[in-house]
């Protein structure tokens, strides 16, 4: 997939080789022609013309001067089919360096890698060889290098344009992990609706997105105590929501360009969230959810923290912690038959047994017996797929044998 | 054959070919830790079984024995005792045109195998028929241990062959090579010139045959079927069910036959060889008396009757009927004096004649002691009763 | 030369020596998925490792055969091969025919009429019209 540059302003958009064909076909010398050739290819349209231009030999001002003959002048009848061959002659007189300072003073500050420096072809003038012949046309000439392909290589891209999800990337999938950082999110889900509905005037700027989390602050938040309502609403101390809020807070909301850090997973074992779990006595579980706001905080908070996106669909069913635990927490998948008995069976033990863990194929069975290797010759004397049809299926075959 | 390097601890590195020999030992060993590629999708299907880059190898290696399910339940079928290794009978499963490395395939074993097999058949024939002429006793010995036979007792328990040898192919499985020239390995007193025998210009008599030629009294390195037709090294390659695909086949399962029998012996000592024979091989059934063909039945019962003393035979009619009918039947006994040394019932009195006369030899030479005969190899166990002489004829007739 | 020979070579009696029992080899296909696999996954789990240790001179496969029926095939000496398929079927119904599969020549079907049959000739001859005391018409 070929991405395009997400860009600011319009004065880089100009500035960067969008096609890398506009770029080569300009004469080698000017830069500055480069320049008037790249703000024609922003027009639409302008580009293929002018391609096609070039390779007619038509595009006369504009042509590459490979050949050590003067270019013509540009006949009349194509300068006014051309739009960008109305160019002023006295800016040609402009050396490269000077058009190229001018070039970079108009860049803006970027972490794209540009193509800045570019080898320019003696002009034919310059080529002692007498017997040089210049091409009358650019069909049948060799390209070489360009700028092909140049927005496909991902060094070229710069760490600001790397897409950052919201949630956690790789998904958390053990159970007591799960578990923990729900806990972790509840608390802070707390803290965070008790700020929303602005019962805290401090920590203005509290960022509910950060999602760097070590070991002692996962322990140390998620082990707040929770109290439970007689009608199910969780609630917190007073000391426990400012340090809450303190923890979220730490981090300033990310400045405009600055790049965003990569979630990172729990610095947690499986057995260490266990523990940490056992800990913990049951009640926070009826913690009852229903409040929108405690809602939405503890399902963006999930999904940071754990990346689970949990559907709506799902999340209106869910009236307390324990339904959201069971709609977040898989039950681990059954194993397949072969692994059940190759780990709690006496079968693989016996001598005489042989049990597969997929299907024995055709082939698996030619190579239990030697001949595979036989089959596998023949075909590759013959040039014929070793498996499958390579594209002569049943259909082309059937062809072959109707004559059709 | 190994070059042994004085900086280098011995290696068990495997050399089983002689184009292998020359190439180095730790380039072999980076092929042989490549998986081996079957030109197959490895992601949808990973292989079933970790293997060296195995095609190099003419035959698996030996630690993939314990894996095989194919090769354990055939100990088990055979009744092997667990003293014998899974290596072991997975060596006897490969034949010398599979893997022409000695240390990798089953001659070894096959020659053990086949002297304990003969010692065992001969003595049990020649205890049991002490009379049989040699030509017969070849072929009494060649009914219970040839070729032919060994094959069928391979099938009989159940061994299967691979298409094609090769280090991928199941432990379980007997590996040979149909197409593979291997000059065949006979054992026993090979002769000088084959080709003058042939041209009948060495004579090749019984006596002569006991001295030279294998156990079953046929020239070593001189096949009789060979003679039909020599095919094409064209028609080799691309035709099946031939008399050689069979001739070949035929050896390579009675070789791992011969091999089992030897590894039995190498294993678990004589006592378990020689039950392993007897169980297998000697408990198969023949007809002894269907080998006889005679060529002049009549005289050779009065040459017989004269070196014994017998008075000359006289054959008689017993009884008849239909005489003159479409379907006659004659009742001919032969005597001798008084004694009626064997009778014969056929459409013509002539052929009575000759019939009687067969079964009066047949009841000569097929003379037993018994089914039971105490034969030599029992007196090799601890505290076995003594001796007692055997009866030994004194030769079978001879007539011009 | 006298006597000639006649090439033969000798039948196996199985059964006097050694025996060999003539299913060699039985493969076990199942479904993870499907629900007419359930018995024999069970039987696979439950039965198969008793019943493979019993016979350790039969080769057993396990292998899957995602979206079909559970089989037993059952392979013999003389090359043939039986197939049953035991869809929906319960353990222990699988076992009878794992059993069935077990005790079988794998030998095609046929009707037997004769009690025994016998490669040894008669212990008291045929009776022969000529011998004796003959008949009085």
Not at chain 2, 193 to 199: I, L, M, T
Request: with cysteine.
């Amino acid at each position: 997939m070929r991405r395009l540059p997400r860009l600011g302003s319009s004065a880089t958009v100009a500035a960067l080789p969008m096609s890398s064909t506009a770029c080569l076909r300009t004469p080698a010398a000017s830069l500055f022609k480069c320049e008037i050739a790249l703000t024609s290819a922003t027009q639409p349209h302008s580009v293929p013309r002018q391609r096609h231009q070039v390779w007619a030999n038509r595009f006369q001002s504009q042509r590459r001067c490979l050949s050590s003959a003067p270019p013509p002048p540009a006949s009349t009848p194509e300068k006014a089919v051309d739009g960008a061959s109305d160019v002023d002659t006295q800016n040609i007189q402009l050396s490269a360096s000077q058009s190229r300072r001018r070039l970079r003073a108009r860049l803006p500050k970027t972490d794209l890698t540009i193509p800045r420096k570019q080898r320019t072809v003696p002009r034919p003038a310059d080529i002692p060889d007498a017997e040089y012949v210049p091409a009358e046309s650019g069909l049948g000439l060799e390209e070489v290098g360009g700028l092909e392909g140049w927005w496909d290589n991902p060094a070229h891209w710069g760490p600001s344009k790397n897409y950052v999800g919201f949630g956690l990337q790789e998904k958390v999938m053990d159970a007591a992990l799960l578990q923990v950082l729900a806990r972790k999110a509840l608390v802070e889900a707390i803290a965070l609706k008790d700020k929303f509905e602005s019962k805290i005037k401090n920590y203005r700027r509290v960022d509910p997105t950060p999602a760097e989390f070590r070991m002692a602050e996962l322990v140390r938040i998620s082990s707040k105590e929770i109290l439970v309502a007689e009608d199910g609403s969780p609630t917190m101390a007073q000391h426990d929501v400012y340090k809450t809020l303190k923890a979220l807070s730490h981090r300033l909301p990310v400045a405009e360009g600055e790049v965003l850090p990569k979630p990172v997973g729990p610095e947690m074992t499986p057995e260490e969230a266990k523990e940490l779990l056992e800990s913990w006595d049951r009640n926070w579980k009826a913690a009852s959810i229903e409040d929108p706001a405690l809602r939405f905080y503890l399902v963006k908070r999930i999904q940071r923290l754990t990346g689970h996106v949990i559907p709506d669909a799902k999340l209106v069913g869910v009236r307390h912690m324990g339904g959201l635990l069971s709609v977040l927490v898989k039950p681990p998948k059954a194993l397949k038959l072969a692994e059940l008995i190759t780990t709690k069976s006496l079968l693989p033990t016996l001598p005489n047994v042989k049990i597969y863990p997929r299907r024995v194929t055709p082939v698996d069975k030619e190579k239990m017996v030697g001949r595979w290797k036989l089959i596998q010759k023949e075909l590759q004397e013959r040039g014929l797929p070793v498996v499958g049809t390579e594209g002569y299926g049943a259909a082309v075959e059937k062809k072959w044998v109707t004559g059709n | 054959m190994r070059t042994s390097r004085p900086d280098q601890p011995f290696r068990a590195v495997r050399h089983q070919s002689t184009s292998a020999l020359a190439l180095d030992s730790a380039l072999e060993a980076t092929a042989a830790d490549e998986p081996y590629d079957d030109g197959t999708d490895h992601v949808r299907f990973p292989p079933l079984e970790r293997l060296p880059n195995a095609t190099k190898l003419p035959s698996p290696l030996p630690e993939r024995a314990l894996t095989s399910a194919k090769l354990a339940a055939l100990h088990a079928r055979l009744s092997l005792p667990q003293k014998l290794p899974l290596q072991t009978l997975a060596r006897a499963l490969v034949d010398i045109s599979a893997d022409e490395n000695p240390l990798f395939n089953n001659v070894n074993l096959a020659f053990v195998g086949q002297t304990i097999t003969h010692y065992h058949v001969a003595e049990w024939l020649m205890c049991r028929y002490p009379r049989l002429p040699m030509t017969i006793m070849y072929a009494a010995m060649k009914a219970y241990a040839g070729d032919e036979t060994l094959h069928s007792v391979a099938r009989s328990w159940g061994v299967e062959s691979a298409a094609e040898p090769g280090g991928e192919v199941d432990s379980g499985l007997l590996q040979f090579s149909m197409y593979k020239p291997v000059s065949h390995i006979g054992f026993g007193y090979g002769r000088k010139d084959n080709s003058r025998v042939e041209q009948g210009r060495w004579r090749r008599g019984i006596a002569n045959r006991v001295l030279f030629d294998d156990d079953f009294g046929e020239q070593i390195g001189y096949d009789t079927r060979k003679k039909a037709q020599i095919p094409t090294s064209s028609q080799r390659t691309f035709s099946y069910g031939t008399e050689e695909t069979r001739a070949a086949a035929e050896r390579a399962h009675a070789a791992a036959v011969r091999a089992v029998v030897g590894s039995v012996y190498a294993h678990c000592g004589r006592e378990a060889g020689k039950a392993f024979i007897r169980a297998h091989i000697l408990s198969r059934t023949i007809d002894v008396s269907t080998l006889f063909e005679f060529k002049s039945p009549v005289v050779e019962l009065a040459r017989l009757c004269q070196r014994e003393d017998f008075e000359p035979p006289v054959a008689r009619l017993l009884s008849e009927t239909g005489r003159l009918s479409r379907t006659p039947v004659f009742v001919v006994g032969i005597f001798s004096g008084k004694d009626k040394l064997g009778e014969a019932v056929a459409g013509n009195l002539d052929h009575a004649r000759y019939k009687a006369a067969m079964n009066s030899l047949k009841s000569w030479y097929l003379y037993s002691p018994g089914e039971n005969v105490r034969v030599p190899s029992e007196m090799l166990v601890e505290g076995s009763k003594a001796w007692e002489p055997t009866y030994i004829d004194i030769g079978e007739i001879i007539h011009g | 030369m006298g006597v000639k020979a006649v090439h033969r070579i000798t039948t196996g009696r199985n059964g006097l020596g050694a025996f060999i029992l003539q299913c060699k080899k039985m493969d076990f296909h199942y479904c993870d998925w499907a629900g007419s696999s359930k018995g024999m996954n069970g039987f696979i789990k439950s039965i198969l490792p008793k019943f493979a240790a019993a016979h350790p001179q039969i080769e057993f496969t396990v292998s899957p055969r995602p979206s079909k029926h559970p089989v037993i095939i059952g392979h013999y000496i003389n090359g043939r091969d039986k197939a049953i398929c035991v869809r929906n079927l319960e353990p222990l119904q699988i076992l009878k025919k794992v059993e069935l599969l077990r005790d079988a020549s794998g030998e095609k079907l046929k009707k037997v009429t004769k009690p025994v049959q016998s490669i040894n000739e008669s212990v008291r001859g045929i009776w022969s019209p000529y011998h004796g005391n003959g008949m009085r018409v």
